[in-house]
Each structure stands twice: as structure tokens, then as C-alpha cells.
DNA sequence: CCTGCTACTTTACGTTGTAAACCTGACGCC
DNA sequence: GGCGTCAGGTTTACAACGTAAAGTAGCAGG
């Protein structure tokens, strides 16, 4: 019994999906570079090499958050009307990517793709077929909206500004350096549009997302 | 006289613009991650702390490297026919992307942009509305294109295959650690479509922007 | 009681960015 | 001509990183 309560109170032990979860959550906070194995392994109690039982690097660590952030997204479904689905899907990618922004450049980048990356690559690719589309434009499709879809989520996570308040103090660092005047076209869309209140950047995800979907629609019908 | 040849054996000085193009190069053959201070100043015949006499650091180093990549992006021309010239553009940045793809997460993160950074937008934007867009649909096409343009070098960056051949291989060691049929629709359209030879998935490109480009000629018009 | 395994710790190494101090040859100035 | 100043390098040093290698504590099964 005296054994027992020194058990209870012994560490929980590590298990791949705790560590996942925390790492995912460092790397949240502070990016990528903030997430070194001492101090993940200092959140969990435990010292850096602990986690080498459970991981055979730090690039495995990184492959297993990638497949959580995949498991995130919504898989479309596989009805007829690939436009909602679509429209639902990439809503939902871009929704997880500014989640995890660390994410962008590595979800397509393992060579040791997940079951949740296979899965949902399946998904998508079924979705289009049932809506309609021969192979060669499902291929067309479903790069056109990921370079977009990911292209969004890295402008934006690059952005050196959030709100539409930032602008100006960003914008004026910026240029401070150079001659008035000498960006002029830069100058105006700044001051006329984007400083503008109740501008926001994330609002552009939308536009161009319904334009790409009606020139798909054009292609499907065409075919 | 026997001083001025003992000159003349003397190491060139270095230069910010000699370390940057070192830089440049360095970074373009192994990633970002081959660039080390160390290396970096042995390629130049230095010592690692002499960079730090001409960069504040290493970030301010990148910050130079990244405009210098700026510099090569053929700016749009400000005639009318602004869909020409987007599209020279889009090619433009994308070669540039593909030339220097450790530059891709960089571009627009800078805090201090370069001179040849805000003269490229500064120019784009011009184009756009001597093309006859207004300031918000100026705003749209942009983010956009860089979307898309960004996005399509980023996935291409990323895929774990270069040539048709290569896929093969690739694809069979990704899903052999899952059960055969698992992903019907992903293997479809790898054996049936790229696979086959031919196919580049850098021929994509051409493909979604001319499908952006006519759906904003589109919007060009409604306005 | 021994053996061996699992989960974790300890120690150590090479590499990184960079602060701080030092050296050195060229140039301006009286 | 001598002398101070200084730009442009070198040397040394440090903390933080990923991780290899070896050690250890506690339990399971024979």
C-alpha cells in the first residue's frame, strides 16, 4: 500500500501524444525556434534526453505535430457539391495554418507523411472526382487552391502588422528611412485603403478564394 | 615598390555586397541552414567575426540577402495592358523563388524592408492602377497574386520529388508502411497522372494564373 | 535472488551566434 | 617625421543547441 501512494505520486509517464500535444503548444507561442528539447522537456518534467524513448529525433517530433495539425482539418465531404466542400475545406486549412503557423513550411515538406496527411490528400482528391472533375483538372484544382491556400496563411503569418492600427506606426518605420514621395503608389494604398479603419487583411482570404472557385466552376463546366 | 606588391597580395577587402552575393550562394546550395557565420567568413578567406563589421548581426545579413533577391524581379512595366505585365511579373517572382527558395519564408517578414523590396510593390501597384483597377480591387488582385505566386513556390519547394522518374520511388515508400487500397483516390492519380511521363508539376503554374488572371480581368471589367 | 527491460538521468561533444578584448597597418595632422 | 585615431581584421570565450553514450532506479518474470 505505502508502495501504491509512492507510485501515485511517482511522474506520469511520457507518451508520444503528450509530448506532441506540448510541443504543438510551445511552438504555438513562441515559433519553431522556441521549441528546443531542453525546454520541452523542462515543461514536462523531465530531462531533454527522456524524450529520445519516445522519438528517435527532433525531425520525428516535428513529423508527428505536422500529422496532429493534419488531423485538424476538416475532411470534405464527399457529396456532389464540390464547391461547398471545397469552400468548407479550405476555410478549414486556412483556420489550422494561422493556428500553427510554424506549420506552413513543413506540411508538405516530410517525407514521411502521416496517416492524417494521406487521409486527408484522399479526401480531396475524391471530393473533386465526385463533383466531377477528370483527373488532369482535379490535379489543375487541387494545386491552384493549396499554392493559394497556403500562400495566404505565409503572406499573412509574414505580415509585420495584425491590426489595422499597427499599420501606421509599421508603415511609417518602414519608410521613414526613404525621401517622401518616393513610393508613391505604396503611400496611397497604405493611407487610402489599408490604414482605413475596419480594414483587415484577413478579409482578402475570401475574395480571392470565391474568385478561384468561380473560375473552377468554368473549367468543370467546360469539360 | 616592394610595399605596394606586398599590398597588392593583400586580401581584397571585404565589402557588404561581396559577402552578400557569397551569402546568396552559400544558401542556394544547401538552405538556409549551410549558412553559418563560420563557414560563411572561411568561403570569404575571414574569420567569422569580421562579417560583423560590415552586418549587425546575422538577421541584418538576410535582411540584405533577401533584397538582394528583390533586385532580380523584373518590375512590371506601367502600361495599360496590365495583364501582360502581371503575368511577366508573376513568372518573374516565381523564377526568382525557385532560384533562391530559402528566400520563400523570407520576402515579406522583414521588419526593415529594402529599397528593392518597396520599389517592387511601389511598382506593382502602379501597374495595377495604370491598368485601370481601383484601390480596392488593387488590394485584392495583389494579395492574390502574391498568394498564389508565394504559395506555388512554397508547395513546389516542398515536394519531396523533382522529376517524373523520381515520383515512383517517392510515392511507393510513402504509403508502403500503410495497407494497400487504403488511399484509392491518392493512387489513382499518382499512377494515372503523375506518373505518367511528361508531367511536371512545375506546368501548373501557367494553369492557375491564367485562371486568376481572367477572373480578375473579369472583375476589372465589372467595375 | 537474479536477470533483463523500460524509462529516465548524467555527462560530454561538436556546432551555433555573438560579446569583448586585442592587434595592426594606413591615414590625417601638427 | 612622429603620433593618435580608427577601420578592419583576429582571438578568445560563453551560453544554448541537438544528440551520442553510458549510467541508474524500479519493476516483471523465472
Do not use: C
Request: aromatic share 8%.
Amino acid at each position: 500500500m505505502a508502495t501504491d501512494i509512492a507510485k501515485a505520486e511517482r511522474r506520469v509517464p511520457l507518451t508520444r501524444e503528450r509530448v506532441l500535444r506540448a510541443a504543438i503548444e510551445r511552438a504555438d507561442q513562441g515559433g519553431l525556434e522556441a521549441l528546443t528539447m531542453r525546454k520541452l522537456g523542462q515543461e514536462l518534467g523531465v530531462e531533454a534526453m527522456a524524450l529520445y524513448h519516445h522519438f528517435a529525433n527532433k525531425d520525428d517530433l516535428v513529423d508527428g505535430m505536422v500529422d496532429l495539425v493534419f488531423g485538424e482539418i476538416d475532411l470534405p465531404d464527399g457529396g456532389p457539391d464540390w464547391k461547398r466542400a471545397m469552400r468548407k475545406r479550405a476555410v478549414s486549412v486556412r483556420d489550422a495554418l494561422l493556428r500553427h503557423r510554424w506549420a506552413i513550411g513543413l506540411m508538405e515538406s516530410r517525407r514521411t507523411p502521416g496517416p492524417a496527411n494521406l487521409r486527408h490528400h484522399d479526401a480531396v482528391i475524391g471530393s473533386l472526382r465526385a463533383g466531377g472533375f477528370d483527373i488532369a483538372t482535379t490535379a489543375h484544382a487541387y494545386s491552384l487552391l493549396d499554392s493559394y491556400i497556403y500562400g495566404f496563411a505565409l503572406t499573412k503569418m509574414n505580415l509585420p502588422f495584425e491590426t489595422s492600427e499597427e499599420v501606421g506606426e509599421v508603415a511609417q518605420a518602414m519608410l521613414e528611412p526613404f525621401p517622401a514621395g518616393e513610393y508613391p503608389h505604396l503611400m496611397e494604398i497604405l493611407t487610402d485603403h489599408v490604414m482605413q479603419p475596419g480594414y483587415d487583411y484577413g478579409d482578402e482570404f475570401e475574395y480571392g478564394l470565391e474568385l478561384i472557385l468561380d473560375g473552377l466552376a468554368k473549367m468543370h463546366d467546360q469539360a
